[in-house]
């Protein structure tokens, strides 16, 4: 079955980086575009980033463009979220997402705190 495991969230001061690990198996990683959202305390999910199957198109949210960058290795399936400059309303669990047959998977997701 599909799997998503991410890693590598933390506490980090404003204007500091992380980068984001996630994790794939149970299907052909390389097939799959594959996005980051993130879930703030009584809010939706929100979309971050998404990147095609090969890696050739990247999408950024505009509150992040500049800032965040997505990326993959299919040699690892492995999909990473580079995030620089980040700032206190970065804060945040964030999960990556396939759309695998028609439905939505996530990972358990991994907490990115931005404070002093």
């Known amino acids: 079955q599909v799997q998503l495991v991410e890693s590598g969230g933390g506490l980090v001061q404003p204007g500091g980086s992380l980068t984001l690990s996630c994790a794939a198996s149970?299907?052909?990683?390389?097939?799959?575009?594959m996005s980051w959202v993130c879930q703030t305390p009584g809010k939706g999910l929100e979309w971050v980033a998404t990147i095609t199957s090969t890696g050739s198109s990247t999408n950024i949210g505009n509150s992040m463009k500049g800032r965040f960058t997505i990326s993959r290795d299919n040699t690892k399936n492995t999909v990473y979220l580079q995030m620089n400059s980040l700032k206190p309303e970065d804060t945040a669990v964030y999960y990556c997402n396939v759309n695998w047959r028609a439905k939505n998977y996530w990972g358990q997701g991994t907490q990115v705190t931005v404070s002093s």
């Open positions: 149970g299907f052909t990683f390389s097939n799959y575009a």
